[in-house]
């Protein structure tokens, strides 16, 4: 089956933009995770959704935000972009509602720089 | 609140040759374990995971993790490293209820020499 899809691969934006980010689970996966992984801080966890519900937040401004939606798809928004912002966004989707037991999928990533 | 530490940033093995990649977690509960291996430019794979069964635990390509309770460490080996090990490997801890947030480790980047 189809593994967790991520679009798109590679984004540039410009500073102060706005960027939408996409992210497909794995078919009958409701449990949507997101991460941040930068050389500096490696991988930081942004937020998850479960059945459209956002059940767990990390520790980033507010100009990150997520959604998912009632397919389980998800998408993530960062505003107001800044030069430290540049980073692989990963996805990553599990079929437990905790997830822990299952482990997750995670998507190839986009990679986002901000110039 | 659970924490991991993978002891080496770097290890180089030469093809043929043992690999070790060490980790020691802290946790308040009895956790999930995982291994994730990223080859340049990829995204996460899932190696191997630990959810309270047997305490050896194998996985894809080779590789084994024992968990090891008394120690706190969920240490990753394979007999016989392969060219195409050369990658980060990263440990990382979940709990009950974590709700998506898995704790990573630093990563531990393996080089293979021929």
């Known amino acids: 089956k189809a593994g967790v899809t991520q679009t798109p691969r590679y984004l540039i934006k410009t500073r102060g933009q706005q960027v939408t980010l996409s992210c497909s689970p794995i078919?009958?996966?409701?449990?949507v995770s997101w991460y941040q992984q930068t050389p500096g801080q490696g991988l930081q966890f942004l937020f998850e959704y479960f059945s459209e519900t956002q059940r767990n937040k990390g520790n980033f401004p507010g100009r990150f935000s997520g959604r998912q939606f009632s397919n389980s798809r998800s998408e993530m928004n960062v505003s107001t972009l800044e030069l430290g912002d540049s980073a692989l966004y990963l996805c990553?989707?599990?079929?437990?509602?905790?997830?822990?037991?299952?482990?997750?999928?995670f998507g190839s990533g986009t990679r986002l720089t901000v110039v | 609140a659970q924490s991991v530490t993978q002891l080496d940033s770097h290890v180089s093995v030469s093809e043929g040759t043992p690999v070790l990649l060490r980790c020691n977690y802290s946790?308040?509960?009895?956790?999930?374990l995982f291994w994730y291996v990223q080859h340049p430019n990829k995204g996460l794979q899932l190696l191997l995971k630990?959810?309270?069964?047997?305490?050896l635990v194998k996985g894809i390509n080779g590789f084994e993790a024992e968990f090891k309770k008394s120690e706190t460490s969920f240490h990753l080996t394979k007999p016989s490293a392969h060219m195409s090990d050369a990658a980060e490997y990263f440990c990382v801890v979940s709990g009950t209820d974590s709700w998506g947030k898995l704790q990573f480790g630093a990563g531990t980047q393996v080089v293979v020499t021929p």
């Open positions: 946790s308040s509960y009895s956790p999930s």
């Open positions: 630990y959810t309270s069964a047997a305490t």
């Open positions: 990553a989707s599990s079929s437990s509602a905790t997830g822990d037991r299952s482990g997750y999928t």
């Open positions: 078919s009958g996966h409701r449990s």
